[in-house]
């Protein structure tokens, strides 16, 4: 199995008593699935991705990448599999308002490997795959929604992931960028092979997954 999940628990203390973000979530992902999740407000979603995108410490549960055991309670071991196979797409982009589309997809990259200028070609080469070659030195306010949420794009394909986990990436769009978004997320899926987990709320983008999973209550039904 290329990503397992089992019996993840997030449990928060608070002062009005426990609260089970999820409870006992098990979910396997084939290599190159487009996952969709759907489910309500406080049903668990976001906190699914922050599991999985080692951002966020589960109480209990395993998780298993390629056959091999993620320790879940580990920050190093979460750093360096957050590092070599995840790329995060967030609904409100989050890109550095100071930095330039591609000084932002370059200030991710992790290959030491690469000069300078070796990166910044590559950031310039992801931004030219995403659609933006014509705005690659426009800061995100010089941007329109759907060409920031392309910038973010890029950015999340900075190093290369094996994942791409979304979060809402189109709650902030109209329904034609939503769905050119969209599209663009399938055309990493197909061509790149790379597996996909998506949070969505729009019935739209749920047409999109080959495998949907639906939260309630911090459970999968
Ligand atoms: N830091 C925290 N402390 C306590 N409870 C939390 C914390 N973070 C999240 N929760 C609770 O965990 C539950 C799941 O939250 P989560 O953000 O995963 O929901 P979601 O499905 O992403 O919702 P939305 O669709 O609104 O984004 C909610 O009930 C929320 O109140
Ligand atoms: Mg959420």
Redo the contacts with the bound molecule.
């Keep these: 199995m290329f990503l397992k999940l089992s019996n993840i628990v997030k449990e928060?203390q608070?002062k009005d008593g426990k609260?089970f973000?999820l409870n006992n979530v098990s979910l396997s992902v084939n290599e190159g699935d487009f996952v969709v999740v759907t489910?309500?407000?406080?049903?668990?979603?976001?906190?699914?991705l922050l599991i999985i995108g080692g951002l966020l410490y589960a109480s209990s549960g395993a998780m298993h990448f390629k056959e091999a055991p993620i320790k879940l309670d580990n920050g190093n071991e979460l750093d360096a599999f957050r590092n070599a196979q995840i790329g995060y797409i967030m609904q409100n982009f989050a890109l550095i308002p100071y930095l330039t589309a591609t000084e932002n997809v370059q200030l991710a990259m992790h290959n030491k490997k690469l000069s300078k200028q070796e990166q910044t070609i590559k950031a310039q080469e992801l931004l030219q795959w995403v659609g933006m070659e014509h705005r690659m030195n426009h800061l995100p306010k010089e941007l329109s929604a759907g060409q920031q949420q392309r910038v973010a794009i890029a950015r999340a394909l900075a190093n290369n992931p094996s994942i791409i986990l979304a979060?809402?990436p189109t709650g902030n769009l109209d329904p034609e960028l939503s769905k050119e978004i969209l599209d663009l997320l399938k055309k990493i899926n197909t061509e790149q092979k790379t597996t996909i987990i998506m949070?969505t709320?729009s019935d739209m983008a749920r047409t999109y997954g080959n495998h949907n999973v639906r939260?309630e209550k911090?459970k999968i039904i």
């Excluded at 489910?39 to 699914?48: C, N």
């Design positions: 928060y608070h609260i973000a489910g309500a407000s406080g049903s668990g979603k976001t906190t699914l979060d809402e949070v709320h939260l911090g």
